[in-house]
């Protein structure tokens, strides 16, 4: 069974601290791992598709990587803006995602 | 270009009562999933449908949940006799085709039960 584990649960950082989120996955065929973040009372959004090892994707103060066994999330001198709670998923079929847990993330001005 | 649209945000239901959950997909979208977030816990499938077809139901309780998805209108998700464990939020989602991927969430329906 596909399964997806993401630490830490929970991160503080002070405004500029960078630091990085790990999602650990375990799946029987790659179809990508997907990174979501979600805001308090909202819907996840959107950030960034990794079909293979090696790739990296950025965007803004964030960088995707992805290994065989893993993705991390790379946050780059952070704002208080950047907190939320990021997701990982993986697609055991084409038609749903298993998600991780979460990262629950504050940026302290 | 209104995006994934959830009604109501929050339900308050007391128990035995039925909730009904509304989504609107995005315009052009075909595809509809439904996820549930109980507290403390990640994002948990539930069901895929396209118009007027489940296609993936696997992930739905087997009793007292329904899902649906007609030709016209938003899709439905069914709560008959809801129980407290029921309470969580809701998400939808929707793609234009099979999810390719990264497909877009709705803001969620919050149900309460009492």
């Known amino acids: 069974e596909d399964q997806v584990t993401q630490s830490p649960e929970a991160l503080r950082l002070q405004e500029g601290e960078s630091s990085s989120l790990n999602c650990s996955y375990t799946?029987?065929?790659?179809?990508?791992l997907f990174w979501y973040r979600q805001d308090p009372g909202k819907g996840p959004e959107f950030l960034f598709t990794l079909y293979s090892a090696g790739e990296e994707k950025e965007k803004e103060r964030l960088k995707a990587t992805l290994t065989k066994k893993e993705s991390f999330l790379h946050i780059t001198a952070p704002k208080p803006e950047d907190s939320a709670t990021y997701l990982c998923a993986v697609p055991p079929t084409d038609q749903k995602l298993v998600f991780g847990q979460g990262t629950r993330l504050t940026i302290n001005p | 270009n209104a995006g994934v649209m959830q009604n109501p945000r929050h339900l308050v239901r007391r128990r035995g009562q039925e909730a009904r959950l509304r989504c609107s997909p995005m315009?052009?979208?075909?595809?509809v999933y439904w996820y549930r977030q109980l507290p403390e816990e990640g994002l948990k499938f539930m069901v895929y449908?396209?118009?007027?077809?489940?296609?993936?139901e696997s992930g739905m309780p087997k009793e007292r949940f329904s899902a649906e998805f007609p030709k016209e209108g938003p899709s439905i998700l069914r709560i008959q006799q809801v129980v407290r464990g029921d309470s969580a939020a809701y998400f939808c989602?929707?793609?234009?085709?099979?999810?390719?991927?990264?497909?877009?969430f709705g803001s969620g329906t919050r149900l309460t039960v009492v």
């Open positions: 449908l396209q118009k007027e077809n489940i296609i993936d």
């Open positions: 989602a929707s793609s234009r085709d099979t999810p390719n991927y990264g497909y877009t």
């Open positions: 799946v029987s065929g790659l179809r990508g």
């Open positions: 315009k052009g979208h075909s595809h």
